[in-house]
């Protein structure tokens, strides 16, 4: 996958979401954390604003949207696991312009970067049900 700033935003982010859920930390002093991270340079840091402020501000909507799509309790899934499937139900709710196929990969990308070893499979079953029906219109048009 490439190192595109959307790419690398989605990735801190992630990283992000999984301290939040971790450590109940104060959303705001882990945002200011990455973002004196050096590393983060060629990240879209708009993007990554836009993710560590509103997932968590609208968790429950987002854990919800994923119920119909979950055979467990998501107090049950990988932190990792659930980091990326927030992010991806975000993107696939909020970001029309982004096209399902895109937020599917990359969440099966970072699955597979920071993720347990099948759990890409586990985040691709949800999401390849929920962006068929959230994204419709687009699902039909991509078969």
């Known amino acids: 996958m ?3 700033s959307r790419h690398l935003a989605r990735r801190a982010a992630i990283q992000a979401l ?3 859920e971790m450590t109940q930390q104060p959303r705001l002093e882990i945002e200011k954390y990455f973002l004196a991270d050096d590393r983060l340079k060629k990240t879209d840091n708009a993007y990554f604003q836009e993710l560590i402020r509103e997932i968590p501000r609208l968790v429950e909507d987002i854990d919800s949207s994923l119920l119909p799509y ?9 932190p990792i696991e ?14 029309a ?9 990359e969440a099966i990308e970072l699955s597979r970067t920071y993720g347990s070893d099948n759990g890409y499979r586990f985040v691709n079953g949800i999401l390849d049900k929920m962006g068929a029906e959230v994204r ?7 078969q």
């Open 70 to 78: 979950i055979d467990r309790d998501i107090a049950l899934i990988d």
């Open 2 to 4: 490439s190192g595109s």
């Open 18 to 20: 999984y301290q939040w």
């Open 97 to 105: 312009e982004i096209p399902y196929r895109v937020v599917l990969n």
């Open 136 to 142: 419709s219109i687009e699902a039909a048009a991509n």
């Open 82 to 95: 659930k980091a990326v499937l927030r992010l991806a139900a975000y993107e696939l709710i909020h970001h």
